[in-house]
DNA sequence: TTTAGCACTCTGTGTTATTGAGTGCTAACA
DNA sequence: TGTTAGCACTCAATAACACAGAGTGCTAAA
């Protein structure tokens, strides 16, 4: 990125945009001076900002108004504070404690619920709104048990178990004149035959055996046996955004709720954080999708490996808490995919 | 509820009622005039509605405002509306056809993404948020299927299935010194010992054969057996708040939006409306929940019987399109309860 | 190099005047 | 007697204006 700026331009610009958190308002050189205890007078102060605006760090509204840092004021800010190289955290944190004892009793397989209920707390801590996002249909997911219900008369419901813990549900009518005893004989059969497979195989394996039954026969099958798996996303006190003033536009507000409601947007960008690690922040414009340009996006990727298994985040405006929120972050990527390397096989979505 | 109106009376209360629906702002005399053609000129309006403000059919925002309906104007318009009555729905409607596709090929079973991809449909053609709510635990439910997968070495996957078309699924660690083996006899053992007996009873029945069994396995067993079920709620197009003149208030707006975030509340209400049967409407301050008084709420419990099964619900601003969306109820409600009704046996929660 | 001082700029607020929509009342009318 | 035209009155919304205050940029002094 650009270059290094100086201890009195780093101090000052510290101090802006610090003060442009806590009061949401154009920070001035008077309270830069006073707020921060800086050693420098106003008069030093404004000439410090006003190098610091012709660099690209800070804006001015208008003549007579303070200073707001843009995005590259937050983002020199976020990369060179202490807190976002900062390892520990404290022990002694509700979160810590939360986690001893989620991570020791749960599974990766119930990863959803974990980062759920991990993720409600941290929206709670941080005021900010959270995202747990799960991805779609896995290469390799593998078959684990297919099993076939009777239900009733005239029904039949599929449960479709696979090694990532995902589980398929769903219910046929029998078509008139079929046996269920027909159906679930195929059911038993691929039970045991491809118990382990991957799904994709068996797809295709299907595909070539079933040319020989009816069409009616394989068209229940397929219905009970083809699921697509959608991406999951939940999401947590997004209601926090109705509060902020930087929100209290209607439209603005409108896009970001909008954003909310279509994960396809919210996956990408994830999907493309994976590959970097760690705790990613998308500072405003950063990020692509244009509703959300007036939030910063704090996530983490929950990796094993080189296989994605899902990502958090935490959404909140520019002017966001990152000295609280960064090494939580940190310290949540930490925990949680130490917890995945010790509890799955290498690179394996799965316990197997 | 108080007297009848007039025919003179009614037709300016129906009058002003669309005019505000349709406007969002103060209704006037000359415009009830102009827009509606009635045949009375504005005096004659003006003192109509002066009898009908006293009769508390309508407010006054302030002296040189024109008239808004309060809560019981909007109740008497929506109660003596030919829309209220009126039974059939056009088949060449959408959502028509949409159904024929949909309740032909779905089961009961599916109930909640079923009414999720109805729901969806109509929360667009309405512009509306839409809700769905299926209950939590039911009171005579009963285990179709409990089968113990291992998972790798060390891991047990459980899966339940119950005769309501519920899935659970839990993943435990198994501890130290545990052979599967032995977890998966208990299984095996319950699920053809105890297949279509009521959970509530199997839960009896193994609280008192566990005793016998040591701390360790009673307490892994059970964690992989006894799942509560929560209510599950599902939510439409929140985003449409945030453009309406009436929630450009943030703190309106947050209430809101903080009532959709807690499930409790709203379960509550619709499971009150269950005994009343058919289309509630719950107008302003006639809906129990406080964040929620400034919305109208138009609901359908779905039963079988004396069963419930789940509720959908639209909520848009007190000054809905009554005349869109209670057909529209009207007309989901009588399909898919008659769907219910066809799919299931009398008085029962599941295909059995 | 830093800082005090000062003129200047611009938003936000409070004041006032004005406009216009809409009412309530009264008197005329059918 | 019910209906309507006319008119004075009320009040929110808008615009115009002055003014205070916060903050800047520049200059000159320390």
Sequence with gaps: MSGTLDERSWSVLHATVTG???MAVPV???????????????????????????EGYLTHPHTSAGRVPTAKGFRYFVDNSAFSKQTDFP???????????????????DLLEVLSSIMNLVARMTNYTAIVMEPGTRSEERLLSFEIIPVGEKHLLAIL???????????????????????MYLGDLLNTSSRNSPLSEIREKLVGEMEFLGEAYRETFQHLFFHHRTPEMKLFRTSRFAEMPEFSDASVLHAIMEVFEEKAAL????EDLVAQGGVSVQIGSENPIP?????????????????????VGLVGPVRMQYDQVIPIMHYLSGRLN??????LPPNSHSLI
Excluded: H
């Excluded at 009518?173 to 046996?179: A, D, I, K, S």
């Excluded at 007036?294 to 899902?310: A, Q």
């Design 91 to 109: 022990d002694s944190s509700p979160l810590a404690s939360f986690l001893d004892v989620v991570l020791d009793e749960a599974s990766p397989l």
């Design 291 to 311: 509703g959300l340009q007036p939030c910063t996006l704090v996530s983490i990727p929950l990796v094993n490996g080189d296989v994605w298994l899902g990502s």
């Design 20 to 22: 442009y958190i806590r």
């Design 28 to 54: 001035g050189s008077r309270a830069v001076n006073r707020l921060f205890g800086l050693s420098y007078s106003p008069a030093t102060i404004r000439n410090v900002m006003a190098d610091l605006e012709e």
């Design 338 to 343: 130490l917890w995945i390397e010790k509890t």
């Design 161 to 183: 178990v696979t090694d990532t813990g995902a589980v398929y549900k769903r219910t046929v009518l029998l078509p008139e004149g079929f046996r269920s005893k027909e159906i």
């Design 267 to 270: 996956l990408e960008i994830f």
